[in-house]
T-cell receptor, first 114, second 115 residues
Framework: DADVTQTPRNRITKTGKRIMLECSQT?????MYWYRQDPGLGLRLIYY???????NKGEISDGYSVSRQAQAKFSLSLESAIPNQTALYFC?????????????FGPGTRLLVL | AQKITQTQPGMFVQEKEAVTLDCTYD???????LFWYKQPSSGEMIFLIY??????QNATEGRYSLNFQKARKSANLVISASQLGDSAMYFC????????????FGKGTHLIIQP
């Protein structure tokens, strides 16, 4: 079984709809992240969490919210989806500390907002 | 602010040749980590190799090595004896020692290995 799973893997939704992307991990890591990837660009950080009670905004948090339900679960919500949120979304977990912290990514969720 | 620059949008390489993918970075931190990830057409992000700013030796992982030149702020990925399965997007990323944020990524290099 994969260490980091994301559901759904693909989703089509309409403008204005609420949508939740879920991430689960079995690696036992405390730190979890949400990134988005747009064509021709690298990944950009949306939100990150160092533990259940610690949630932090990343570079592009506007229009998104997150919930850390447990150490192993980290969900990303789009309260009112818009077309420019069409992207590939990745969840990641990490081990280590500071600069040595290696991040391991889930398989990604392809989201299309019509 | 951190910044990663990958100047090669795309590369074509013959199978079995060595490949060097360029990455330069900019940071004011003394402690930082540099990472390379591979993204095949299927979309997943695969961790390849890590180099710490205080590491004196260049990192190696199988056919992957990282040519770390600290004074030039470069962290090039070298793939020896390229294979068809190496065709993918490759991303350079960095993280500072404060650990407050996630990774900062470059825009990637699309590598195509030709038979």
């Amino acid at each position: 079984d994969a260490d980091v799973t994301q559901t759904p893997r693909n989703r089509i939704t309409k403008t204005g709809k609420r949508i939740m992307l879920e991430c689960s991990q079995t690696k036992g890591h405390d730190r979890m992240y949400w990134y988005r990837q747009d064509p021709g660009l690298g990944l950009r950080l949306i939100y990150y969490s160092f533990d259940v009670k610690d949630i932090n905004k990343g570079e592009i948090s506007d229009g998104y919210s997150v919930s850390r339900q447990a150490q192993a679960k980290f969900s990303l919500s789009l309260e009112s989806a818009i077309p420019n949120q069409t992207a590939l979304y990745f969840c990641a977990t990490s081990e280590g500390t500071g600069a040595q912290e290696t991040q391991y990514f889930g398989p990604g969720t392809r989201l299309l907002v019509l | 602010a951190q910044k990663i620059t990958q100047t090669q949008p795309g590369m074509f390489v013959q199978e079995k040749e060595a490949v060097t993918l360029d990455c330069t970075y900019d940071t004011s931190d003394q402690s930082y980590g540099l990472f390379w990830y591979k993204q095949p057409s299927s979309g997943e992000m695969i961790f390849l190799i890590y180099q710490g700013s205080y590491d004196e030796q260049n990192a190696t992982e199988g056919r992957y090595s990282l040519n770390f030149q600290k004074a030039r702020k470069s962290a090039n990925l070298v793939i020896s004896a390229s294979q068809l399965g190496d065709s993918a997007m490759y991303f350079c990323a960095m993280r500072d020692g404060g650990g407050a944020d996630g990774l900062t990524f470059g825009k990637g290099t699309h590598l195509i290995i030709q038979p």
